[in-house]
């Protein structure tokens, strides 16, 4: 197993010469940024220095508890002009979806995953993401959320799909102040931009309002 250090002896030697020594040094004695680094380790900036790349990538994935270290090792260590490794990357990925236990951070990944970007995505693993956010949301704002999430254009672009999620925000929304966020939501041009409909919907939040 490769220890702190063992990655802090060899950066030692293989980067005696950098000006950012101390700062690696630095975030290696907090636990911080070890993936970008290792990311930029592999690039031109530093050579190439892929073997000390994967070193410090495999330090961190193997010191990796929360989600965000898996994310953050996911998207480094599959950056194009780095390692560009995918297998290792959607591995990860995996890792943290297991260790997700809230909405938004399963929300959050899946855009991540069908967000296309200069490392790796992928749409399949996005929308079986989704579909376990959306059987873990509880809320109609959570599934609004999600809804916009479906009809970004830079993700998934899916608005068929987020027409269905609407319908569950709506399904279980209770409160004018909901329903007025579905609709607003519903009519805004980068989500559904569907006038007919979100006025239907501000029609019940006014009813509620009323009584």
């Known amino acids: 197993m490769i220890t702190k250090k063992d990655i802090v002896e060899e950066i030692r030697q293989e980067l005696s010469d950098s ?3 101390d700062e690696i040094l630095k975030d290696l004695e907090y636990e911080v940024n070890l993936s970008k680094w290792a990311y930029r380790f592999s690039t031109q900036e530093f050579e190439k220095k892929q073997n000390l790349s994967r070193k410090l990538f495999h330090y961190v994935l193997s010191n990796a508890q929360d989600y965000r270290d898996y994310v953050d090792f996911a998207y480094y260590i599959s950056k194009k002009d780095g ?6 990357s959607k591995e990860a990925y995996k890792l943290a979806i297991s260790k997700i236990t809230l909405f938004r951070d399963l ?3 899946a855009d991540i995953l069908a967000k296309p970007k200069d490392s790796f995505y992928d749409e399949n693993m996005a929308k079986s993401v989704y579909k376990e956010a959306i059987e873990k949301a509880s809320s109609a704002y959570e ?3 999600l809804a916009e ?4 254009k830079s993700l998934l672009n899916d608005k068929q ?3 269905e999620v609407y319908k569950l925000a709506l399904k279980i929304a209770s409160t004018s102040d909901e329903y007025e966020a579905i609709a607003e939501s519903i009519l805004n041009e980068d989500n559904l931009d569907d006038e007919k409909w979100a006025n239907e919907v501000f ?3 006014s009813k509620l309002e009323d009584n």
Do not use: M, V
């Open 143 to 145: 599934y609004l959320t």
């Open 83 to 88: 390692l560009a490794d995918d297998d290792l």
């Open 203 to 205: 029609s019940i939040s």
């Open 161 to 163: 799909w987020a027409k």
């Open 107 to 109: 929300r959050s990944i």
């Open 149 to 152: 999430s479906l009809c970004d």
């Open 19 to 21: 000006k950012s020594l």
